[in-house]
């Protein structure tokens, strides 16, 4: 059965900080691992990974993948309040079909 | 562009009660799926569908059913609902090549 694990489960910081997410996979048959934000209501698209070592950036995120260690981090630098939601990590087996969604990690960023 | 759409936005439900969440989608894409999301947790993959015809179960299929009788639509259906059911179901639909999969407003369902 594939498995994703997210860490931490909550994380509380002050806005200008930098957090960085963990996801861990053990997918039989890897393709791709997503990033989502979900604060009130559906998930929203961050990033797809499919290769190892290559760096996603979108201004103040950015994630990177390990396919060797099964392994994903999704940085925020310079925290802000809007940073705040949950953010879930996710993998696509070969077949494209399907998506397994680890907990998620809820980001709560104060002023 | 509608994107993903779901019906209703919530819902309250007596026990043993049915009901059928709407989802369409008009972006032509061959995946869907099912998905609940319980307080606090990730999404739990209830039912998915690689195409009109085929549907398969995922993680947390008992209590629901689906069909796809066409590419647009992928209904849910619960037919004797139970207070387990409480949860926010989330329909979503992607291609092989899409980048990332596109996700409903979500329905919010409570079983009393």
């Known amino acids: 059965e594939d498995k994703v694990v997210q860490s931490p489960l909550s994380l509380v910081v002050h806005e200008g900080d930098t957090v960085t997410l963990n996801c861990s996979y053990e997918v039989t048959n890897f393709r791709s691992l997503l990033w989502y934000k979900q604060e009130k209501k559906a998930p929203t698209f961050l990033f797809m990974l499919t290769s190892s070592g290559i760096e996603k950036k979108s201004g103040r995120l950015s994630s990177i993948l390990d396919k060797k260690e099964l392994f994903s981090i999704l940085n925020i630098t310079a925290t802000q309040t809007g940073d705040s939601a949950v953010y879930l990590c996710?993998?696509?087996?070969?077949?494209?079909?399907?998506?397994?969604f680890g907990e998620g990690t809820q980001l709560t960023v104060n002023p | 562009n509608a994107g993903v759409t779901q019906t209703p936005k919530f819902r309250i439900l007596k026990i043993g009660q049915s009901m059928t969440l709407q989802c369409t989608q008009d972006?032509?894409?061959?995946?869907m799926y099912w998905y609940r999301q319980d307080p606090g947790m990730g999404l739990k993959l209830i039912y998915y569908?690689?195409?009109?015809?085929?549907?398969d179960k995922g993680e947390v299929p008992n209590g629901y059913n689906v069909s796809r009788s066409t590419t647009e639509d992928f209904p849910l259906r619960l037919e004797l609902a139970a207070p387990s059911q409480t949860s926010v179901y989330f329909c979503?639909?992607?291609?092989?090549?899409?980048?990332?999969?596109?996700f409903g407003s979500g329905t919010r369902l409570t079983v009393v």
């Open positions: 569908s690689v195409g009109a015809g085929i549907t």
């Open positions: 996710a993998v696509i087996e070969t077949s494209g079909s399907r998506l397994t």
């Open positions: 979503a639909s992607g291609t092989l090549l899409n980048y990332g999969y596109t």
């Open positions: 972006m032509n894409h061959n995946y």
